[in-house]
């Protein structure tokens, strides 16, 4: 079976794709290689980011997304080793993905003592049904620190793709909260004619902060109807400043 990479290399060589007309990301976990039998987070590093080229059939990444792990600790050599990749020509940015603020931060400051790569970017949950004082909490952290945010889960913690149940059981406060931002949601979904998970993405593209949103299509009908919400914040046909409700959204 081919790799999600593989298909991709395949879409831009079928298609005569522009190598400068797209932007090429790519998300890497490197605890998974932390027993490749290589010494030090450069060679595991610059391991894992040839194989991706490979892979894609490209000559460099626009993006590389590293998953959070204490592999990636002491950060001075993994910042040093993104540094390599990029004086390569391997690679362009590094984004850090599920990582505590306060580790982002640190990093970031070891990279401007030492002047090296820093992440430029922060992969994390930003949902609609998170509570306003942990969205806007990333928010500031982001705007102060010139950081782009990639948002996962914009219907909570599952995929974009897939439908919300009610779960048994007694709700808790968080519960009823969510529940009622939800019915906010449908309420807006339906006055625009759309789905949850389209009124979700747009809300949170809607946000000037907010760099990109990652999803997780599983059918070519799902993949249409997310890209078509897309194109209403281009068409002014959503209300991006939609408020979700009352003080509980």
């Known amino acids: 079976m081919k790799a999600p990479e593989e298909w991709v290399g395949d879409w831009l060589r079928s298609r005569a794709v522009p190598r400068d007309?797209?932007?090429?990301?790519?998300?890497?976990?490197?605890?998974?290689?932390?027993?490749?039998?290589?010494?030090?987070?450069?060679?595991?590093?610059?391991?894992?980011?040839?194989?991706?080229?490979?892979?894609?059939?490209?000559?460099?990444?626009?993006?590389?997304?590293?998953?959070?792990?204490?592999?990636?600790?002491?950060?001075?050599?993994?910042?040093?080793?993104?540094?390599?990749?990029?004086?390569?020509?391997?690679?362009?940015?590094?984004?850090?993905?599920?990582?505590?603020?306060?580790?982002?931060?640190?990093?970031?400051?070891?990279?401007?003592?030492?002047?090296?790569?820093?992440?430029?970017?922060?992969?994390?949950?930003?949902?609609?049904?998170?509570?306003?004082?942990?969205?806007?909490?990333?928010?500031?952290?982001?705007?102060?620190?010139?950081i782009g945010l990639l948002a996962t889960s914009t219907l909570g913690r599952r995929p974009i793709n897939h439908r919300r149940r009610n779960k048994p059981g007694v709700p808790t406060a968080n519960q009823e909260c969510e529940n009622h931002t939800l019915k906010s949601l449908r309420k807006a979904a339906i006055l625009q004619g759309a789905t949850d998970e389209q009124t979700a993405l747009v809300w949170v593209l809607s946000h000037q902060h907010v760099s990109s949103v990652i999803i997780s299509p599983g059918t070519t009908k799902q993949l249409s109807e997310l890209i078509d919400a897309g194109s209403w914040l281009r068409s002014d046909g959503f209300d991006g400043e939609l408020s979700m409700t009352n003080s509980k959204a």
């Open 21 to 146: 007309h797209v932007v090429l990301s790519t998300r890497l976990n490197f605890a998974a290689n932390k027993d490749s039998g290589l010494t030090g987070m450069d060679g595991v590093i610059r391991k894992c980011c040839e194989a991706s080229l490979q892979r894609i059939g490209v000559s460099y990444l626009d993006l590389l997304v590293c998953e959070w792990t204490r592999n990636l600790i002491p950060i001075d050599d993994t910042l040093m080793a993104f540094n390599h990749l990029i004086e390569a020509g391997l690679l362009r940015h590094v984004a850090i993905a599920n990582a505590p603020l306060w580790r982002l931060m640190e990093a970031n400051c070891r990279s401007f003592v030492r002047n090296t790569q820093r992440f430029e970017a922060l992969q994390t949950n930003y949902s609609v049904l998170k509570t306003p004082t942990v969205r806007e909490e990333t928010r500031d952290f982001c705007q102060s620190y010139r």
